[in-house]
């Protein structure tokens, strides 16, 4: 790749931790470092960049140069005017044959301040050995709700964000008319009553490791969770859980740039961001993860995962068959009613 002039050489990338910050290290990290001498420094504190980021800039001293974040926090720090807009076409490399980064990651694209790197979804896991099912196997999101075919505990997570969704497709409302009801009292009322028919058979989790956990330990015959977390539960741990692909709920994680980075700083930014955004490089991520590279035309180089030698592509959450029914996280509209529907929600929990 071309040198960088007039550039950093050191770069602070806050992410997740986890096997998630392990593989962009494999992935990215040291391939770029490898081919540019920059040194990286991690900071793991992505769970709370919004709060994090808004110090710093109090402060007037921002240390991070590069934030790997959810789309709708993504959103949230361009409304304060806390990270940069970006230039897709200008930052980012066109695909090989040509099509321009905008085109290319499509609507994966939700804020111009946020540059997609990965998808993953928000699904369920079934154990497939309980006996209480009589062979009967779960294909739909709504049998998440059916406690007569499906008896046995599930996990939800302690939240608003997509059981509200699901539980209003399983009361008959279309997908595409989710968020017009939920924007009334009624539609969200209707949701919390169909949470409610299964409310005291469910255990609430808040961390992604909690349901692969309580699956494998069988407090829970069903559950949602992350789909990376259940590829490890299911390919990594071979306990005896299968996916339940059906409305999965895809989220886009993404990079942010502070704004107001001296110029080599940002110079260091615009860089790195071409090189891990590009084709290829999103596709070696599925090396290591079952998530979904955010470009079209990374798809069709998805390979095989680099210990387990299986092939990684139906495992991917943005593959046609798995995500058939699946829907984007709407960010926009959850930056606008989360606070209010995160206290509602925690009403009814406490009902």
């Known amino acids: 790749m071309p040198p960088c002039e007039n550039c950093a050489g050191t770069l602070t990338i806050s992410s997740w931790g986890g096997a998630y910050q392990a593989m962009q290290q494999k992935a990215w990290a040291e391939p770029y470092q490898k081919a540019t001498g920059v040194k990286i420094i991690w900071d793991e504190s992505s769970n709370e960049a919004v709060a994090k980021l808004r110090a710093q800039n109090e402060a007037g001293n921002v240390s991070w140069y590069v934030v790997d974040i959810l789309a709708a926090d993504g959103i949230r720090l361009c409304d304060e005017g806390l990270v940069e807009q970006v230039p897709v076409d200008d930052w980012l490399a066109p695909a090989p044959d040509g099509t321009a980064a905008s085109k290319d990651f499509g609507k994966n694209i939700v804020s111009e301040c946020h540059i997609p790197d990965n998808l993953y979804s928000t699904t369920f896991g079934y154990r497939t050995d309980v006996a209480d099912w009589n062979g009967a196997v779960p294909s739909s999101i709504c049998d998440v709700f059916d406690l007569e075919t499906f008896p046995g505990k599930r996990a939800l997570e302690k939240r608003p964000i997509n059981n509200l969704e699901w ?98 700083r940002l110079n260091r930014v615009k860089h790195f961001l071409r090189f891990v955004t590009s084709t290829q490089v999103l596709a070696d991520q599925t090396k290591y993860i079952s998530y979904g590279p955010a470009r079209a035309s990374s798809q069709p180089l998805v390979g095989k995962h680099i210990d387990l030698g299986i092939d990684m592509a139906p495992h991917m959450p943005t593959s046609p068959e798995n995500a058939t029914t699946g829907f984007l996280f709407n960010c926009t509209w959850w930056a606008d009613h989360r606070d209010e529907l995160d206290a509602k929600f925690q009403a009814w929990l406490s009902q």
């Open 167 to 264: 539980a209003l497709i399983c009361s008959g409302v279309a997908p595409d008319q989710i968020y017009d009801t939920l924007a009334t009292p009624e539609g969200v009322e209707k949701a919390l009553a169909k949470l409610a028919t299964i409310k005291g058979q469910t255990v609430w989790w808040s961390a992604g490791t909690e349901t692969p956990q309580l699956l494998a330990d069988r407090e829970v015959v069903m559950g949602s969770t992350y789909n990376g977390r259940l590829f490890s539960l299911i390919a990594e741990q071979h306990q005896p859980v299968a996916m339940l692909w059906d409305c999965e709920v895809l989220d886009i994680d993404g990079f942010v740039v502070p704004a107001g980075l001296p110029e080599d």
